[in-house]
């Protein structure tokens, strides 16, 4: 039985790596791979934190979902790299300092500001299961919910008309230049 | 169990992690990618939180969370796609007309 903080720890700096490899990969594919292995992590940590149905649901959602429309249009685009010319030379420097700034008061306000915590207590049988999550899902949250489904059909046509206008607009271009022709 | 602290210092460093992509990378994918990264490190608060208080709604919230960024990465993807086909790039240095 390994001890939580030891797992905590691995699956921090493996967490870490990746979020950094993400960043710093110059082909897209490597990060978006790396940021697929993080999601991964953030699963595991999901489990600790007493949470399964929100972790599969991630390794569903997020690392299986989004992450292949990502690599889908990565590969359909050819952008793996871009050439990489630089405008504003003065700003990666200054955005690294404005993070570095912004940890540190985040880690400020986590670890001085807020005083300690109450450690966290066993928590009831169940919790963070399926089952759970329906209940207050479908009771407390049911609007909501519904609202939802009307957002993702909202993003579906966004989709497709973001899309489609391409082609028709070819179309009609390509119609246009054989009327002109003739 | 691990103190909550760790896991909201784990948070804001993954938070850092995907603003500073945001503010240095070029590619408009790779900027998108670092805005989901920030939305992970949210849920994973919000999952901290919900276990710490022992209350279902954090869980919830990061259901909705995870609804809204598959939403937001369908049209945001599409809309990449659509300037890729005007522009022939997604270098965000390169995307500075509102005329296409």
């Known amino acids: ?182 | 169990m691990v103190p909550i602290e760790y896991y909201l210092g784990l948070s804001a460093i993954l938070f850092t992690i995907g603003a500073v992509g945001v503010l240095i990378r070029r590619n408009a994918i790779i900027i998108f990618m670092s805005v989901e990264l920030m939305l992970n490190s949210a849920n994973l608060l919000f999952v901290a939180f919900a276990r710490l208080h022992e209350s279902m709604n954090g869980q919830i919230f990061v259901f909705f969370v995870m609804a809204v960024a598959a939403a937001e990465v369908a049209v945001g993807l599409a809309l990449i796609v659509a300037i890729f086909h005007t522009k022939r790039s997604i270098d965000v240095d390169e995307i500075h007309l509102l005329k296409g």
């Open chain 1, 1 to 182: 039985m390994i001890p939580d903080i030891v797992l905590f720890a691995i699956l921090a700096f493996v967490a870490i790596a990746t979020g950094l490899g993400m960043l710093l990969s110059r082909n897209a594919i490597y990060s978006a791979i790396n940021l697929i292995l993080n999601f991964c992590t953030v699963a595991v940590f999901y489990l600790l934190l007493d949470a399964p149905f929100i972790a599969l649901a991630q390794v569903t959602v997020y690392a299986g979902a989004i992450m292949v429309l990502f690599l889908f249009v990565i590969m359909l685009l050819g952008v793996e790299s871009l050439r990489s010319k630089t405008t504003l030379s003065w700003q990666q420097p200054v955005a690294v300092v404005l993070g570095v700034i912004l940890l540190i008061e985040a880690a400020y306000v986590i670890f001085i500001r807020s005083g300690v915590m109450p450690p966290a207590s066993e928590v009831a049988e169940g919790f963070g299961s399926p089952e759970a999550v329906g209940t207050v899902l479908f009771n407390e949250y049911l609007l909501p919910f519904e609202v939802t489904s009307i957002l993702l059909l909202v993003a579906i046509v966004g989709a497709i008309i973001l899309t489609m206008r391409q082609h028709t607009g070819r179309k009609y271009m390509e119609m246009e230049n054989v009327d002109g022709t003739d």
